[in-house]
């Protein structure tokens, strides 16, 4: 199935660009020449390979009839030249890749925009879930902080939670960039919990019913049909789990 992506930055330059290619059982990697990828390229093979079966096996995902294929740029000016954006990574989800940079200071691998991929194949859902499933099977902020301490954090600084907001796709999009570290450790900290508390299945019905086109109220609803819960007592039961 295809999904909607919105990508207008994405250009496909990286096709005509000379990669050294390297492959795992489940992975096509292309890296720079002399790069540290490359350096590091059996490294990289065991991180993604042990990433691939942690998603597999604790989400029970069929495995997916192609390799994904993993491009790897020494910095984020290279990679907004060649495939037009400059952010660390980002999976497209419709050719099954993932471009990243990697490099001294930013090496972007493992497990949330695999997660993005093979999560597919329960649907596209909300960015809120989405995200917050690739943070939780990291297990930690795109910094390395465990997700509640940077939710802590956060609040002392003023910052609040807004879970019915995030409900909705646009919600999600009108958090700011400039605390995305904040948005995303309560995604990958709110799906941990629903992990914890939920049978796979139930999580998954979630997971696929909730809607991109849907108001906040309408995934709520479909939230609470589900779980036969409200969100509120959701939401404060997850509330105490920050704290511990």
Known sequence: MKYAQNIPFYITKFKDYPWK??????????????????????????????????????????????????YFYSSQDKKEKLMGDGWFGQSIYNEFEVHVVYNEKDKVVG?????????????????????????????????????????????????????????????????????AKFYYSIAGSFVRYLLDTLDLQTFKKIYSEMDRENSAEENIKILESITLTPLTNIEAKWRTTIMD
């Open 111 to 179: 497990e949330h925009e695999d997660t993005h991929l093979f999560s597919l194949q329960m649907g596209l859902s909300i960015s809120f879930l989405q995200e917050g499933l690739a943070e939780c099977m990291v297990g930690r902020s795109m910094f390395g902080d465990k997700h509640n301490k940077v939710i802590k954090e956060g609040i002392k600084r003023g910052l609040t939670i807004n879970i019915k907001n995030l409900m909705s796709q646009q919600g999600w999009l009108d958090t700011s960039d400039e605390e």
């Open 21 to 70: 290619i390297y492959e795992s059982d489940h992975y096509i990697f292309h890296v720079e020449a002399e790069s540290l990828a490359e350096k590091d390229i059996e490294e990289i093979k065991t991180k993604q390979e042990s990433a691939y079966a942690k998603i597999m096996w604790t989400l029970n995902l069929q495995k997916p009839e192609q390799k994904i294929r993993y």
